[in-house]
């Protein structure tokens, strides 16, 4: 397989390379079940965390997953960064790029910019989020959380729920998840459903209903308040009559189906308290806390590709 | 002895455990005086450090005493974290328990909130300062620092002066040189006073100068200003007319009674700035740094403890 | 030889032992270009990074520096330490201390702080800029720069071009070029001119034509914005008339003459962003980034003097 220097969309890496990523983040799972959870695959190697928007869970999983490889990360904190005294965006790639560094983490709200920095800095780059376009890490996490349960990945219905529209996971996972084989429904009011949906070629339905008896994987998405401009969706009430997970729903779900959230989960609104609450009594169907810790050894596996 | 999951109160611990912690800082702290001040105790380990409220001092602390014990740390800086996303508690709590870390350092406002996490994690949780409640590694420090200079610490005469109502270092420390045996008597204003004094089983006085010629140990409490809610001591003037210590007071003490303060001093009200600026000079009778300095070695002790 | 304790101005070494650290920091630079950019140097070592003003830029290098001399590095963010809690500044200079660190690198708006900071503790302490006054590992950067071109140094005609009033590197730099033999004229108007300047001994001019087809090295300052009390300069257009380098002054440069700036640059004042633009087919005349990739190197070999 020709090997890429970037991490910037799965879109780019082929099937076999994707399945390839699962086998070798079920090695690096396997190294976090050890005592000791450290090896010294990327000793001597600098990485550099690069983060244009704030965030402590994706930030500290990089960290972790780097410092378990032995590699250096350093943190550079952009808000106190020459940014603020006017620094163009091209002369910082530069700085950063100057720096020597061995690979570089970046989160920022626009993925133009990504793309154009990975393209004019020689050492890998990995995108850890771009506004709404594309969570590559999270979405390849997801997959392999997938991918432990089921094994065979064809023809499994998904059905991802909710805001869709401000949801970069979502986008990243459908295109994925249609690349793998398998089956992929979108559950949304239309208010939360992009404009370019029909791009997505999947198959669409507005009420929860219409899916939890049959999916063998629920996603439910994060109501991305902190993104919609204006209020997109009627109520709390309208959202959980047509779109949340409580007990009741829960209960309908397969025996063999599980349930996924990217997190942070609003209680009450996406999934209610209830459901949240029965996580560690029904570890094999609630696998929102197993993709957190898969995402350690999955960002493990990638940096791992990326340097090596 | 039984060994403990967490370091929450050293309430917990018996004094046999104590006198162990003890002297297994004695031997970290001689660490801390060779050339090359590390050893490779921890290789190979994840340390989180948690921290709710703002804090420079102990946070560095522990930092360092990770470190020294080559122990990767982690800073999850909550104030950009999920948290203000609206994630819940036991939610953070189960997502940062994901990430597999091998222990947990918290400081949080509530000691509820602390315990409650300690029961919710598998990994060691370790009390970095609990609102008004516990602070059980500088209650340990303090002993040291004591201990190191006495040996025997029975029936030694402590004097802990100040603003006990809103002190966490007092209430642990006060618990603490009870259960050695140490001679503890309280100085403050009533005002400044818990009401829940009577269950200290504590002797009591309102004036420093009733204790100054007869303590081993003098224990100055910082005033903490930024917990009083409301204004509690009538003024600065007052303040050091029956509790601050001055050059005429510090003359007054014993020849080998010692002074302490858990730091940052506030100049001029707890104690002046000539009795601080001699204490290079008159290290064996000035503690305050040397409290600093025993903290690093006390953590160590505390942390090798929880994760071997 | 004799070694100093700290490094808080070039002015305190000796030519021969200027040209000793720019030969040690050849070899670091080496080490730089390897595939393991790590040595051992400083294993076990302890660096804290105490900044008091923002950077992220210096702080980041000797960050990447320390770390790949092995050193553990650990940041005091000083935003969140007791200074805000109304600790005085020799007790937070003792605080540190007892921590007992090998090494502390400073940045802090006043040299006199700095200065009174080296002398009351016993580890070496490295300036990392103070207010206008010095950037020591600047000036050396610097200096490495123009060293890695023209080797010889003597007689070689440098320009200093802008806000020299606010400039700590202008200071820094000025000093150094003069004792290591350099031609240096400084060119500015009136107003950006500081009052002192008859102190520096060097030549002066107000216009960027009377030096740009005769230098061998144009070193363009950034304009320090932040740090002008009031409006300085009549106007950019002004500026753009007499001191800034664009497309047409550029072309006017000798065949072998550099051109520098410290960053990051405020493109269309002190540069063009045409002439930025270009840096990169123009790697031996545009020597900004090389200034910030020999900025670790630099640091790397002044870290390992200090400690060892």
């Given at each position: 397989m020709d090997k890429k220097k970037d991490i910037l969309s799965l879109d780019e890496f082929s099937v076999e390379q994707i399945n390839e990523f699962l086998i070798q983040t079920e090695s690096f799972a396997e190294i976090l079940k050890?005592?000791?959870?450290?090896?010294?695959?990327?000793?001597g190697k600098t990485i550099i965390n690069l983060f244009f928007e704030p965030s402590t869970r994706t930030k500290v999983s990089f960290e972790i997953a780097a410092k378990r490889l032995s590699a250096d990360l350093i943190n550079f904190n952009t808000s106190s960064s020459s940014l603020r005294k006017g620094e163009s965006e091209i002369d910082t790639i530069k700085t950063i790029n100057s720096m020597e560094n061995d690979l570089i983490i970046i989160r920022h709200s626009d993925s133009g910019y990504i793309n154009y920095f990975a393209k004019n800095v020689p050492v890998p780059v990995v995108n850890a989020g771009d506004g709404k376009h594309e969570h590559p890490t999270q979405a390849l996490l997801d997959l392999y959380t997938i991918y432990k349960n089921f094994?065979?990945?064809?023809?499994l219905k998904i059905a991802i729920i909710g805001d869709i529209l401000n949801s970069r996971v979502a986008r990243s996972d459908i295109k994925l998840f249609n690349k793998m084989g398998m089956d992929v429904k979108v559950v949304a009011p239309s208010m939360l459903m992009p404009e370019d949906f029909s791009s997505f070629k999947t198959k669409f339905a507005n009420n929860i209903d219409e899916v939890i008896s049959d999916a063998d994987v629920l996603y439910m998405l994060r109501m991305q308040f902190e993104r919609q401009e204006r209020k997109f969706y009627p109520s709390i009430k309208e959202y959980n009559k047509f779109l949340s997970l409580d007990m009741a729903r829960f209960n309908l779900m397969k025996k063999d189906a599980i349930l996924m959230h990217p997190g942070p989960v609003n209680r009450g609104i996406e999934i209610s308290g209830e459901v949240m609450d029965i996580e560690t009594l029904n570890k094999d169907k609630i696998k929102i806390n197993a993709q957190i810790s898969n995402g350690v050894a999955v960002r493990m596996a990638l940096l791992y590709y990326a340097l090596s």
């Open positions: 050890r005592d000791i959870k450290k090896v010294p695959a990327l000793r094994t065979n990945l064809k023809d």
